[in-house]
Every structure is written in C-alpha cells, then in structure tokens.
C-alpha cells in the first residue's frame, strides 16, 4: 500500500440550475478513483454549495496512482428520478509523485459535461501520502519527471542525456463498441475521455519505467499523440528523450545561479545553448530513397527525400583527427542505442557538433485488421504489454504498430548514416489517417553529437566551455559531418565564412531550434510551402498504392516550394522544418513550415533565373524579363525587409569555393531512362548557382506566381515558426496565445491541382492576414511558433489550426553586448580572412562536379530487395523516373551572376532579456476600483519554453488533456464556429484552473496536438476531440526578482482561490 | 470556396473596443464591416474587407458569449472560461451599462414592464437608436430594478456591488431605478428642455433626503421609497398659505432681506405669494401617489415656468430661495422647522437645477 490519496470537496459556484421548479440545485460529489467511490451530503437548494466535506482517503498501489485519474462528479440530487449528472472533474494526480514538483493541487476546477461545456466550478484539496522507500519508487516510475520543453528545462542542468524512449498502447476505441449503440453519447464520451486518460497514464508509467531502467530521472522533449484509428481502434504513443537532470539550485537561490542577465540567459531555453559555431552550411540536395516493405499484409513505405546539409566533414586540417576521435567516442556512446534519436530542439552548449540535414521518412500502411493474413509474421521480437481490459485479439495491436515504427526509425537511423551523422535531433512522429489508411512520417535532423552527455558517469559538470574551446568556433554546426570525398549527394560545398577553415553546405535545412550562439544576418521569417493533390478515391491496397505514388512528388514539390521561397528571401538556412503530409479521401495536403534565417557562415544565396521555353517569341521574352524583374525586386525588397546586409567580403578573399562555372545545361530525361541518371538529378543550389525556374507550362507559371503572392507580413510584424525569432531580442512582457481554426468547404466541380493550391493557399494567407489584424495592437511584435496543422475532415473541407504566440518586443532598445559581440566575431572572421588568404580552396572545386551520386539508385534497389510485393515495388519505381524527368525540366544549375554584398548593420540571437517595465505583472496589480476583489489569478499560456521577462521558478509537472465536446443542438449554440470557440476558450479554461490548482501561474511549450472537428449540420450535431499538453510552471517576473529573492520566494502560488484550508 | 468555420480564441482574451462599441449599438455585422471601412481602418492596416468581415464576426461571438455574465457582472471576474484583465472587464461592464441620454429620457420614470418594451419600437425610431441597443438599455433598468429592488441599505452602494459599475453609473443608475419606482412624469412637453443630468441630480437628493434610508439607515427599508411619514407630515406646511397672517408675515420677511439685492425684485413681490402657494401646495399634495408622480410637472409649471417669464437670472433664484426657506425660521407661529428643512432644503437644490433653459 504504497500511497494514500486524500481528497477533500470543498465548495462549488455557479452551479446550474437543475431544477426548474426552485430554479436551484441540490446538489453533491462523488469522488472516484480507481474501484473506490466516496460521496459528499447533499447541498440542498443552492447554487453555491458549501460541502465542506471531510478528507476522503484512497489507499491506493502507485502503479494506479500513476495510471488513474482522479474522477470528481457533480450531480443533482433527485428524490424520485435518477440524479442527473451536472459533470465531471478529471484531475491528474501525477505532479503530485514528484517530489519537487507540486504538493497539493488545491484551487476551482471548471465543472465539465460533454454536452453541455463548462456547467460551473467546484473546490477541490487534493493530496497524496507516499510513505514508501525509495526502492520502492523505483518498482513504479514515481518520480521520474516529465517534460513536453523539448530543451533542458530552465532549472535543470543535464548531467547525461541518455537518449530515445517510446511506448505505445492499444485499446479499442469506445465509440466503436457495439454497446455504444445503446448508451448516450455523453456515456460514450465520458468512456472515452477516461479511457485516454487511463492509457496516457499507462504509458507514461512504463515510459518511467524504460527511463529508470537508463538510469535517468527525468524525460525532456515529451511528446504524446493518439491515433483515431477508427474500427481498428486507439493508439496512444509517446516519445522523449531520456535524461539526468539536476536541480540547478535550491528555488531559493536561483539568483546566485545566475548571477548576471545575460549569461542567465544563456541557459534559458530561450538562447538554447548550441553548439559553439555558427557556420551553417547547407545544401539541399535531395537525397531519394526508397524503400518498400511488407509488415503487415499490406504496407509501403515510401521514398523519401533527405535534405540535407553538407558538413565541412574531415577538410579541417587540424580538426581532422581530434574529429575522428569525438566520432569514435560518439559511436561507441550510440552505438548501444537502438534508436540514437532526440526529441530536443535545443541543446546544452557544446551538445550539438554538426548537423548534416533533414532525414525524414515516411510509410503508408493499411488499417484493416481484419483480412490481415500476415500479421502474425512479424511478432517475434514479443514485448509485453498490459492491456487494459477487452478483446484478446487486440493484443497483437501494440507489437504490430510497434513494428511499423520501428521500421520508419530504422529508416531514419540510416538515412542519418549516409550523412555521415550517428544522431538524429529535434526528432518527431506523425500519422495522418483517413478511413483505413494510415501514412506513418518521421522526421529530424541528422548530427553528430559530442560524446560527453551520452555517457554515464564521464561528464563531472563540465557543461561549460571547457571542451568547446579545443572545438572549432561557434559555427561549427554548420560543418558538414560528412566525408567530402565520398558525399552521399552532390552538393556545392564552400569554406565557412566564418572560420574559413571548415567546409560548410550552401544551404542548410534543419527540424531543430536556431542554436543560440549561431551568428545570424539580419531577421529571420516564416516560410511555408502548400500543396494540394488531387488523388482518386479507392479503396484498400489500391488506395494506398495511389498515396505512396503521390507521396514523392509532394515531397519534391515542398522542398521546392521552400527552397524558391527561401532564396526569395535572400536567406540560406531552415530551421524548425515541419512538414505535414495530410491523407484525405479525394486528396493529399502538404504543408512545410520553417523559418528562415541568413546564417553568416554559409554563402550568400544565389538569385532566382527564369528560363522560358520559347525563347524565340518576342512578347513571351518580356513577359519573362518582366517576371523575372519582379522576382528581382522581391528578393531586393525582403533583403531590406529582414535587413539582410551581409558583410562584404570580396571575392578574392573567399577564394572560389565553387568549381569551373558549369554551363547551363538542361538536365533532360525521358521516362524511358533508367533510374542511373535520376542520380544526376542534382538539386543543389551552389553558391553561385542561381535557381532556375523554366517557365514551359501553365503549371510552371502558376508557381511562379505563387511564389510572388506570399504577401510579408505588415510592418512591425514578424513571424517564425522556431522557438525565438532570429534577429530579435530585446522581449518585452506582453505575451498573446492563440489557437484560431478555420475551415473551407471546395466547391465540389471540377476541382483541379491548381484550384486546389490556390484554395488552400489563399486559405493559409488569408488566415495568416486575419492574425496579423487581430494582433495589431502589439505592434511590435512577433508571432513565435507558429503551428499550423492541416486536417481533411471530409471530402470537400479543408480544416487548418494553427497555434503561435504573439510576442511583443521593443524596437528601440539598442543592446550593447550584442553588438560587441558582433564586433568581435566580426573581427574574428576577418583575422581568419587573412590567414587564409593562401589557400586557394580546390578541394571544393575538385570534389564538387565528381559527385554523380546515386542516392535514388541505391535506394531503389535496397526497395526491391526489401519489397515482397511486387505491385508496390513497380509503382515506385515508374514514378521515379516521371519524377526525376519532371525535376529536370524545372530545375537546372547555372552560373550566378556576381553576388552583392553589402555591408551593414548586424544582429545575433544571442539574445539579453530585458524586462519590460511595463509588464501585465503591473497590469494586474493595478486595481481597477470596481474589480479589485478578482479571486481568478492570470495564468500564462505559451507555446515557447520560456516567458519573456520572466524567469522559471519552478516545474510543477506535465500536463495533458483531453476533452470532448458534442452538441445536438449546433445551431442554438451559434453554428459551427460558436460550438468550437467556446470549446476551446473551454479547453484554455480548464488548463488555466488546472495550472492555478497546481500552484502555478503559467504552462510552458503548451501544444494543441490534435483538433479532430467533425460536424453534422443537417442533424444539428458537432462533434469536436482536442488534445492538449504543456508544463505547468511558476514563473518571477525579472523585475519582482529582487523583491522575492530577498524575502525568499514562498509566495509562488498567487493563483488559485483556496484560502486557508489547504493546510492540513 | 466558402469559410464554414473560421474563429480564434486567446488566452487573454482579446477585446475590441471600436467592435464592442458598435455591437454595444446594436448593429449587424454587416453594417459593423461597413462602418469600420468607412473609418478607414482598410488603409491604416492594410487589411482586406474578408479579414475585417472573419474579425468582427469573431468579436461579436466573443461579446455574445460574454453577455450572460454581463448580466451578472461579479460573474463576469469569477468566471474561468476568459481571461480577461481587471482594467478590461472593467471597461466591458461600464460599457455595457452605460446608456444613451437620448433613450433614458425616453423611459425615465415609466414602469420597467412589458408593456413599456413594446414602446421599444416608437423609442427606436424616434431616438435613432438601434432596437437592439434600446432593449439591451432597457433590459438593464429592469435587471438593475429588479435586483436591488428589495434590498436594504444605500441605493448606489448595492447597485456598485452587485454591477461593479463606476461610482458615477452607479448614481445614474439609481436615479433611474429611484424615478422607476416612483413612476415620476418625465416626459411631459414641458420636461422636455430637462437632461437626464438634472433628473438624476433631484434624484439623489430626494434620496439622500426624502426616503427612509435618510434618516436612518440602520433601518429596515430602502433608499427607493420615500418616506410615507414625512410625505404625511408635509400636510402641515399648509399653514404657511393658508394662514393669511403667516403668508404676509413670510412675505415681508423674504422682501425685507432682499430688497436692494434683487433684480427681479418687484416681479418677486408681486408675484411672492402665487410661488409660495405653488411650492407649498406641491408639498402638500405629496401624500397622493399621482401627485408625487407629478412632482416635476408641477414644480416647473408652479416655479419655474412663472420666474421665467419674469426673467429671473438664476443668482437671483439662488438668493430668492435661500432666504424663501431660511425666513421661515423667524415665523414665531410655525412649528415645523425641522419638516421645512427636510423639505425646502432637497427642493431648493431641485429647483436651482431645473431653473435653466
């Protein structure tokens, strides 16, 4: 009996009114955790009940404790009928198992019915005895905390990073029980709402489980999704990154820990420590690969596109041996790892070495459980797993989903290899389902890792520079990880323009947070890539053979997309990559989301060519100047927008880092060729290679002008998609959270691609343009995070959601230590300038053209080797070949014209906090005279690690809902759009109350991970499914810092309504 | 391509004060956008009509939600469901109280009941004020009415704490409820020339003087009721014109202090004692119910109307009416001091503020 549960009802407000006669209630509790049911009396005729009630003690195993949630009911008491429910309180008693985290969750919980919404509030003490050893602990995974910030969280200092975890469980989904053609809908969404919770428990208890067994104490980067999977039913899955944390200091001394701003800072997640270096390279070429296999009796996963960067890789001269040396530690660190996959985004200083780029990949499976003859097959490798109750045949379910991720890791895994990388970072799971098919995706960004944090018991608190001095600069991330003589894809490399010394990509992509130390030009931008394609609807095999065709060229399109939409913007790197794959029954989305920066390290982005076709029709040639001229001037005019003004450098200085200029040569291909010359499909966008766009069809056209209507937002606005924008920090307090939805409903005749794009773009822009409207008032600012998900919810609606966090910042506010330390890179780069003044970089020239590479080939023939059917196996590689043949009309290598450069003001990321004087602290201190007596403390929501001005006291535990709402009667509730705004105004509500209840006064790396709306008008119905999560936090504002730190900082929970009881 | 669902929720919730105002004035969204294009807002912000159509459809769902908890405004600070800061939710309330001057003189001192909402209609076209604008107003008298109706204690401080509204709305507020309650005449031809402004200034006075709250508010009643008592014993000051030897005595008092000061003064003589009838009679007559409704017909058409053609500057009327009620004192052969005070002291304030154009 290794913990005792005390609860304890205090009052309720605003109840209902259940009975008409009295119009009062009378009502009271039950209080339900796991088989045990305690009742409070009944409060009669009150709205405004007073239960009082005593202690109700659950002794309970910690297994449960981790796994249940404590059920609260409110009901109206009825002498003659049945009690009618008023609604429910789920309250997650996990923050309580960790002995650093919360103590007691005391405060008003909204009362919540699935019908009705929010129906009034109840107070609630909730507390829990564990009067259990630490051995004991360690059985269950008490203690172990839990994270969603996906970089060392604030307080924390990483003593080893272990590495990946996951887990997933299987249950059948309650809505498609038979009994839920009896029940009520509310039954049946209160079945399933419990049963989620119960499973997310579960799987974070045995998630627990795997980080004891690392010997870690804590899991960072948590990220917990369910799949709908309709009939075959429910998966829950998680993924982290397993860690051992230690406290930085005791609360009371998170001062001294930091003494000055600036380099507190630095271990803010917000300035995620990188890696030291800030050389980014990056080249994209496309690295295919496919690959198809049969798990289940029906599966094909998909060729997949690798962007990559390039790594300056063994050029260093004298960073060549001390490299080989921190790869053979790392290896040997990752080597024991099944999967070396991180799921942060940011890293401690001297973490990350190199990135080499994007590796993502992506598998389409069939659902049907039913006919599934092969799926005994594959159950070899036999975990155990504790079903939650039901049909014994759903055992099979976790091993099977488990194979099919293991399958796409193992993918992943090596794709990384063939960068040269034994890591991926900033990794990520997805599905997308549509009926019976499933489109599996994974992503991250291969790199190398310094071995220090990977191993047990080396690093001695060495997190500070030690090492990192013996390490190239700070752009040593741009490096390529890669062999140059022997690169995986053709890709222009140059010397660093940082250090000069390392070989760096032209163009980097990446999934993972600007590393804080990187030197960036100027400001930083949102880019999005959107596609729509229209598919066939089918059913079965012949579905998900008609989606893995599709999924190539959209893969080929986005990248495209991004990278024209990125030399647009005169910028050379990604980061915070996203790409969105969307399975619908009549068509597939793409949505890329990313944010731009210019990395000084790499070179200057080469221009935009317009080619056209007939080159002899004199009108059509001006018609191409004239486009051309445009596409001029927007690449002049974002150079100005994000103030990208590189220093200049001139050329000889650079040396050539690019081979004999190629002539411009059109890489023609007919379908016929044979997949040898998709390896000479070169993608890569050199230095002095501008990008070409062959105007030879409408199609072409339509892109072009695609590229032009992206309207940048109006001034004082800035958006990116990353945790900090590149280029601002000088934050000031004011914070704005949002989550706005929209959907569009096509009209039905003949849609085409075309149509559909510009549907589906107009609908992202028009969306993005109603934010920057509605968020006016804080100009300056900047949207940071942006999150944009893209569901199918029927055939003719496209639903996006986005969520971001408005972020104001002071334009004026000049900062001095950035700008020194610009002053001093900037010497720095000019020094190394001279000493290489010597070397004419030929190594680049040589390697550059000698690379016909044949990731397509190799990748082709490890399909067909893996690939039992052969259907699957001839799709994809007729596709291949119109591919690479499309590719090559669109896209050629030529020469750049001369770069310009201009010298010009700089800015870094390296960011210094200041806080602002004019934060809402101040706002909500300031009595407005007839309001003053507000009991509802504000509570802060963001999406971000970190609150602006404010400094992360304490983390007081995870938190993760899930709520669902359904109406019959959608039109009395204002329509769609009201059913679904006050739902989610509800959802904020109630994590709002459960932060507050927890003693806490913000959620930090808040997430919406799923928004499944569904509707019914002509029965009046909405039905709408959201899953939320984030870390419950307290935060100082930076000007209260001095006050509390001085008279010890008690007075955290400002929050929650609960007076004096809470004591006991 | 057609938007079916298009919203956004904040954390904090996000008020529009211009929106809010238009919806406070009951518009449709459509004629909203069409205001807000022609403030110019399109080119300020560069935004297009579909942006401004999605936002204002998005504000007034907001408001719209927000409503129910306006209705009881301590709801509105211990609600969860927005997050709104203390200085918006203040702004939101007093907003949503406040009323047109145009449409409070309309219904000021009629009963708050149904059949006064059918008038609704004739108010709204005559006012130029939006139907929906006139209930909401409407709708707040009668919730205001209806929930400090049968408190105890002081008038202003029970609508403050139970609307939170500012000091100021909350005094206009009680003069609306005080004049609803006793179904004073305000709309007559010749109440016309008054404001709102001097109905409520009366308002307050009679209930800081005339109700039973005044004298004692440790009391079991209300500031809306006048005191029936003191209403009785008003009777009595009808000695003051009845009694020929009191009238004169009166008279010659009052022209004695004034004489030399005045420069209405021969007017004043003459006409001393019709006045002195009117204000006396008007107190007398306070014990009827349909007397008292008439109150402010009878003070302008008694007092006011006749100094006005006279042509009485209003520092005269201050002066004639100080030494009107302080002469009193000197009657040897009156008793009730105290009742003349209570009253004349309450009317003075009322007259010198309804004495204007």
């Known amino acids: 009996m290794p913990g005792k549960l005390k609860v304890k009802i205090v009052a309720g407000r605003h109840l209902p009114v259940m009975d008409r006669a009295s119009d009062l209630t009378d009502a009271f509790v039950e209080v339900k955790f796991g088989n045990t049911t305690f009742k409070t009396d009944v409060y009669l005729k009150s709205l405004n009940p007073q239960w009082n009630s005593e202690w109700f003690k659950f002794e309970v195993d910690d297994e449960d404790l981790q796994d249940e949630p404590l059920q609260i009911t409110v009901l109206d008491h009825d002498t003659y009928s049945a009690n009618d429910a008023i609604g429910k309180v789920y309250i997650d008693i996990d923050p309580l198992l960790y002995s650093e985290a919360a103590t007691v969750i005391s ?52 003593v080893i990073i272990h590495g990946f975890v996951e887990e997933l469980v299987v249950n059948e989904d309650p809505e498609y029980q038979w009994i839920d053609r009896i029940r009520t809908p509310r039954a049946s969404n209160e079945a399933r709402q419990r049963l989620i919770s119960l499973m997310s428990g579960e799987l974070q208890r045995k998630i627990g489980l795997k980080v004891l067994e690392m010997r870690g104490n804590a899991v960072v980067g948590y990220l917990q999704c369910f799949d709908l999977e309709g009939e075959s039913g429910l998966v829950v899955r ?181 960068l040269g990388c034994h890591a991926v970072v900033g990794y990520s799971e997805s599905t997308s389902i549509c009926e019976e098919v499933c489109i599996l995706s994974a992503s991250g960004t291969a790199a190398v890792l310094n071995p220090r944090f990977l191993q ?22 741009c490096h390529i990880p890669y062999d140059e003589l022997n690169m995986p894809f053709p890709a222009h490399l140059t010397y660093c323009y940082n250090c000069r010394k390392q070989k ?172 040898d010359e998709v390896t000479e499909l070169d993608l890569s966008h050199g230095k002095k290679d501008a990008f070409v766009l062959e105007i030879d069809d409408t199609d072409a056209m339509e892109d072009v002008h695609s590229l032009l209507t992206d309207v940048p937002p109006p001034s004082g606005f800035y958006s990116c998609n990353t945790e900090i924008m590149p280029g601002i920090n000088n934050w000031t307090s004011e914070i704005q959270m949002f989550t706005s939805v929209r959907v569009i409903r096509l009209s039905s005749l003949n849609l085409t691609n075309q149509a559909l794009n510009k549907n589906f773009n107009d609908l992202c822009e028009n969306l993005l343009k109603s934010l920057y409207f509605k968020l006016r008032s804080m100009i300056p600012c900047c949207l940071c995070h942006v999150n944009f998900t893209v569901s199918l919810p029927e055939d003719e609606l496209i639903q996006v959601t986005v969520t971001a966090v408005a972020i104001t910042f002071d334009k004026n506010q000049a900062l001095q230590t950035t700008k020194t ?105 300031r009595p407005a005279p007839p309001c003053a007596n507000s009991t509802v403390g504000v509570v802060k929501m963001t999406p971000l690690s970190f609150i602006p001005g404010a400094k992360i006291t304490k983390y007081l535990g995870i938190i993760n809902m899930f709520f669902i709402r359904e109406t019959t009667s959608l039109r009395e509730e204002g329509g769609v759009s009201g059913f679904l705004h006050a739902f989610i105004a509800e959802v904020f509500a109630m994590v709002r109350a459960h932060v507050a209840a927890l003693g806490g006064n913000a959620v930090v790396s808040y997430i919406m991970k799923q928004c499944v709306f569904m509707e019914n008008p002509n029965k009046n119905q909405a039905q709408c499914l959201i899953n939320v999560s984030g870390d419950a936090v307290v935060f100082v504002r930076e000007s209260d810092l001095e006050v509390v730190s001085t008279q010890q900082p008690t007075a955290n929970c400002q929050s929650s309504g609960t007076e004096g009881e809470v004591t006991t | ?260 000061k005045l420069g209405v003064f021969s007017e004043m003589e003459a006409n001393f004692k019709n006045l002195s009838r009117g204000l006396v009679n008007v107190a007398a007559k306070l014990t009827h119910n349909k007397d008292v409704r008439d109150l402010f017909v009878d003070l302008v058409e008694k007092f006011v109307e006749p100094c006005r053609s006279d042509h009485w500057p209003l520092s005269d009327v201050r002066f004639f009416l100080s030494q009107y009620a302080a002469s009193v004192h000197s009657l040897d052969g009156f008793r009730h001091q105290t009742l003349w005070d209570r009253y004349m002291g309450t009317l003075r304030g009322c007259l010198l503020r309804l004495y204007h154009d």
């Open chain 1, 238 to 418: 998680a993924i982290g990154t397993a860690c051992t944390l230690d406290k930085l200091s005791s609360p009371a001394a998170f001062l001294p820990a930091c003494n000055s701003p600036s380099k507190e800072m630095k271990e803010s997640p917000l300035v995620h420590p990188p890696s030291h270096g800030c050389r980014s390279t990056h080249n994209s070429p496309i690295h295919t690969a496919t690959g198809s296999r049969l798990t289940q009796n029906f599966s094909v996963s998909v060729p997949t596109l690798i962007y990559t960067g390039m790594g300056s890789g063994s050029a260093g001269k004298e960073g060549g041996p001390f490299k080989a040396l921190l790869r053979q530690q790392t290896q040997s660190a990752l080597e024991q790892r099944e999967f070396p996959f991180f799921t942060l985004t940011a890293f401690p200083p001297g973490f990350l070495v190199h990135v080499g780029g994007v590796v993502s990949a992506r598998s389409v499976k069939l659902l049907d459980r039913i006919h599934n003859p092969a799926f005994v097959g594959i159950m070899g490798n036999t975990r155990s797993y504790k079903l939650l109750d039901w049909n014994s045949f759903n055992s099979d379910e976790p091993e099977t989903r488990d194979a099919w991720w293991a399958e796409i890791r193992q993918e992943i895994k090596s794709h990384a290899k063939a």
């Open chain 1, 821 to 925: 330390h610009v002053e001093k890179s900037l010497q720095r780069a000019s020094t190394d300038n001279e000493e290489l003044l010597q070397f004419p970089l030929e190594l680049c020239s040589d390697s550059l053209p000698s690379h016909p590479l044949p990731p397509a080939k190799e990748h082709l023939e490890s399909a067909s080797s893996n690939s039992g059917i052969p259907a699957a196996q001839r799709a994809t590689s007729v596709d291949y070949s119109s591919f690479a043949d499309r590719c090559s009309s669109w896209i050629e290598l030529i020469k750049l014209k001369a770069q310009t450069i201009r010298r010009g003001s700089i800015k870094t990321t390296v960011t210094v906090e200041k806080a602002s004087p004019v934060g809402d602290g101040n706002f909500r201190n």
């Open chain 2, 1 to 260: 391509m057609t938007s079916e669902l298009d919203i956004f929720v904040g954390n904090t919730t996000l008020i529009d004060e211009d929106v809010y105002r238009l919806w406070l004035d009951g518009y449709s969204v459509t004629d909203a956008v069409a205001l807000r294009v022609r403030s110019g807002i399109l080119e300020q912000t560069g935004a297009t009509a579909a942006v401004l159509q999605s936002d204002t459809m998005d504000h007034y769902r907001t408001f719209h939600m927000l409503e129910r908890l306006l209705h009881a405004p301590p709801k509105l600070l211990h609600q969860l469901i927005f997050q709104i800061p203390p200085s918006r939710q203040a702004l939101l309330i007093e907003r949503y109280y406040a009323f047109d001057e145009a449409f409070v003189r309309e219904v000021l001192g009629k009963k708050l009941s149904k059949g006064t909402k059918k008038d609704l209609d004739d108010i709204s076209t005559k006012t130029g004020i939006t139907l929906k604008s006139c209930r909401r107003q409407f709708d707040n008298f009668k919730r205001v009415f209806k929930v400090v109706e049968e408190m105890r204690g002081s008038l202003v401080d029970n609508i403050q704490q139970h609307f939170l509204l500012s000091d100021r709305l909350a005094r206009d507020y009680a003069a609306i409820v005080f004049f609803a309650n006793n179904r004073f005449e305000t709309g007559k031809k010749k109440l016309q020339y008054l404001s709102f402004g001097d109905f409520a200034f009366c308002a307050e006075l009679m209930i800081q003087n005339w109700t039973l709250g005044a004298v004692d508010s440790q009391m079991d009643d209300m500031d809306m009721d006048l005191d029936k008592e003191f209403l009785q014993d008003l009777k009595e000051l009808k000695v003051l014109v009845a009694d020929k030897d009191l009238l004169d005595l009166h008279k010659s008092l009052v022209c004695t202090a004034l004489r030399g």
């Open chain 1, 107 to 158: 405060g008003w919980f909204p009362i919540y019915d699935t019908i009705h919404g929010i129906r009034g509030e109840i107070n609630v003490v909730v507390k829990v005895d564990l009067f259990n050893d630490l051995n004991r602990f360690r059985q269950s995974s008490c203690g172990v905390k839990f994270f969603c910030t996906t970089s060392i969280p604030k307080c924390y200092r990483a």
């Open chain 1, 456 to 477: 047990d018991g080396t690093v001695e608190g060495c997190l500070e520079q030690r090492l990192e001095e013996n390490l190239p600069t700070r752009c040593g991330f």
């Open chain 1, 504 to 675: 760096v990509p032209d163009v980097l992509f990446t999934t993972i947070d600007l590393p804080t130390d990187a030197t960036v030009i100027g400001k930083g931008c949102l880019i999005q890539a959107r596609l729509c394609r229209l598919k066939k609807k089918a059913q079965a095999e012949a579905n998900a053979t008609a989606i893995s065709n599709l999924l190539p060229f959209m893969e080929y399109e986005v990248h495209t997309q991004l990278m024209n939409k990125l030399k647009l913007k005169g910028m050379n790197a990604l980061f915070g990559l996203r790409i969105q794959i969307t399975v619908g029954e009549n068509m597939l989305m793409g949505l890329a989301s990313a944010t731009g920066v210019y990395l000084a390290a790499l070179p200057t982005p080469g221009g935009i060519q317009i080619a056209g076709k007939t080159p002899n029709d004199g009108s059509y040639e001006q018609h191409i100047s004239h486009m051309q001229k445009k596409i001029n001037d927007t690449i002049a005019k974002n150079k100005e927008l994000y103030e990208i003004n590189p220093p200049e450098i001139s050329e000889e200085i650079i040396g050539s880092p690019i081979p004999e200029p190629r002539q411009r040569s059109r890489l023609l291909r007919s379908q016929s060729e044979s997949s």
